[in-house]
């Protein structure tokens, strides 16, 4: 295992509500990366969480928004929920870098359905 | 902007045989990480292989090991000795130094182990 928890690790939503996954690093880890994976399809990079700091955004609308907390735990937000969010949503840990190498690992996940 | 090619979608293998699943990359950066995931039905991504876009040797990591061909920009993965435990869906992914830390995935590989 990781070390990487995510919670929920299921979520049933109704669209227009808003919803919030949380996801706790390995330790000795400062950066955290969140991917959507759409059913049969590669993740997705939404965001990435470095020291508290947003530092790089995909291809995602505003109403996808992050935070990441002094013990680097983050948070996931999703406003305005529509069906096509519908996904895995997993949060990846890295000890912070610019390196090329920064491996990450990843976390079971929180399957979201959006009704 | 980076791109990952799995051209398998699907991949059967008989138990204790070796199997090759296929990556191809684009990429402009000279300095880059290629990554391979394991994906069970349960939907964490566990990390298998890394191999540097510098790096002189071909990546192994136990029964894994990384087909490296720069000039032809192929990242392919090679497990030995299948058992029915790798029967997974399989990610490349890629992560440029000049990029942040996002990885970029493939559409992936459903590989199937078989007595």
């Known amino acids: 295992e990781t070390g990487v928890t995510q919670s929920p690790t299921h979520l049933i939503k109704t669209r227009g509500q808003q919803v919030t996954l949380r996801c706790s690093s390995q330790s000795g880890h400062n950066t955290v990366s969140w991917y959507q994976q759409a059913l049969g399809q590669g993740p997705q990079f939404i965001f990435q969480y470095y020291r508290e700091e947003e530092n790089g955004r995909g291809n995602f609308p505003p109403r996808f928004s992050g935070l990441q907390f002094p013990n680097y735990s983050s948070e996931l937000n999703v406003n305005a929920l529509e069906l096509d969010d519908s996904a895995l949503y997993l949060c990846?840990?890295?000890?912070?870098?610019?390196?090329?190498?920064?491996?990450?690992?990843f976390g079971p996940g929180t399957r979201l359905l959006v009704l | 902007a980076q791109k990952i090619t799995q051209t398998q979608p699907g991949m059967f293998v008989q138990e204790k045989e070796a199997v090759t699943l296929d990556c191809t990359y684009d990429?402009?950066?000279?300095?880059?990480?290629l990554f391979w995931y394991k994906q069970p039905s349960s939907g964490e991504m566990i990390f298998l292989i890394y191999q540097g876009s510098y790096d002189q040797q071909n990546a192994t990591e136990g029964r894994y090991s990384l087909n490296f061909q720069k000039a032809r920009k192929s990242a392919n993965l090679v497990i030995s000795a299948s058992q029915l435990g790798d029967s997974a869906m399989y990610f490349c992914?890629?992560?440029?130094?000049?990029?942040?830390?996002?990885?970029?995935f493939g559409t992936g590989t459903q590989l199937k182990v078989e007595l």
């Open positions: 990846a840990s890295s000890p912070g870098g610019t390196s090329g190498q920064e491996t990450q690992y």
């Open positions: 990429t402009s950066d000279p300095s880059y990480g």
């Open positions: 992914a890629m992560r440029v130094t000049g990029g942040g830390n996002k990885l970029t």
